[in-house]
């Protein structure tokens, strides 16, 4: 039979912990971070790894990244106060490591205002479309203390194969920022002198899972209806604070605001298992909102009873989101719903 002595166990923990303090103290020392500088008077000519010389742009601070990841453990893209105009970013650079978008000095407003650009959307974020059989592409990005206004969309993360029927990406964090003025009412690009129109979501995980999206704020999300907008449709109702489609499974949407919306503050749709939707506070809907027609939370899917599925040819049945967990979710403001399943009619699910 072993026995220990009190001393000799006492020793062993002690000399444990002073081994994994070393080892702790080892990785950090050899954890590489990476920091971009941003600036609304910046020029995108300058190196942008210091202080002194920042860029202007996200377009440029994507090039950067791409060339300068490898060997890094994370970079952040510091975003100096002030507002930036005209702004849209397609990313396609996921290099296994976090990108952080970040205020340079805390507590002070970094705003992305999209009046006067030729983007609709401020940000897209889309991986490589999936393969059949493919795990996620851990996508690691975080928004954190950034206002943005002024566009037809905000944050897009689409990582989604029709063809295959899988979702492709994971891991982001949607956190302390401020959507404001967001759909084709604020839609900067115009079609034949209207708003191009065709805005769906404020912010949109499409395929993305395990991502937290907390402490947010959304106050003006709205539509115009259909016969004023350039596109003719994606009328007032089809515009979602928050919108998780297409298999986004395993999310955190928590402590989040919204205020003044025309359509169901967040849509679920298609196999979006697995939902934490918590916390949230929901105010009133948008002046002109249809009666008892605008919910805080609601989920779809298309089926072959959908005309607006069978007239865009989705090619293959979705599916009930199911697992759901709504909890402590509190409507203070007007006309505006709790809950509702919009789906027209129950069909085989495609999975």
Known sequence: MLRFRYHDVSRSLVEALVLALTVCVSANASAKSLDIYVSPTGADTASGTQMNAPIASLSRAQEIVAANASGHDEIRVLLAPGIYRGQGVEWRTFPGIWIRFLPLAQGKTVVFDGRGGAQSFFFKGEPPAPQRGSSPVSMKLEFNGITIRNYCEGISLRSWADDVRQPGGRDVV??????????????????????????????????????????????????????????????????????????????????????????????????????????????????????????????????????????????????????????????????????????????????
């Not at 115009?190 to 959304?218: I, Y």
């Not at 919108?243 to 949407?253: A, E, F, L, Q, T």
């Open 174 to 351: 949607i956190r302390h920022n401020t959507f404001e003025n967001i759909g084709s009412k604020y839609d900067p690009v115009l079609r034949k002198k209207l708003p191009r129109g065709q805005c769906t979501a404020a912010l949109r995980l499409q395929g993305v899972g395990h991502g937290r999206v907390e402490d947010n704020s959304f106050k003006n999300i709205i539509n115009l209806p259909k016969n004023q907008t350039g596109s003719r449709s994606y009328g007032s109702t089809l515009l979602h604070a928050i919108y998780i489609s297409n298999m986004s499974r395993d999310n955190v949407i928590l402590r989040n605001r919204f205020e003044n919306f025309s359509g169901d503050a967040i849509r679920i749709r298609d196999a979006s298992d697995r939902n934490k939707i918590a916390e949230n506070v929901f105010g009133s809907a948008s002046k002109g909102a249809p009666e008892g027609q605008i919910h805080a939370i609601s989920q779809w899917h298309c089926n072959p009873q959908v005309l607006a599925c069978i007239e865009r040819a989705i090619p293959r049945n979705e599916c009930e989101s199911s697992k759901l967990e709504l909890s402590d979710n509190r409507i203070q403001g007007k006309n505006v719903a709790s809950y509702a399943d919009r789906t027209e009619r129950k069909t085989v699910c495609a999975e």
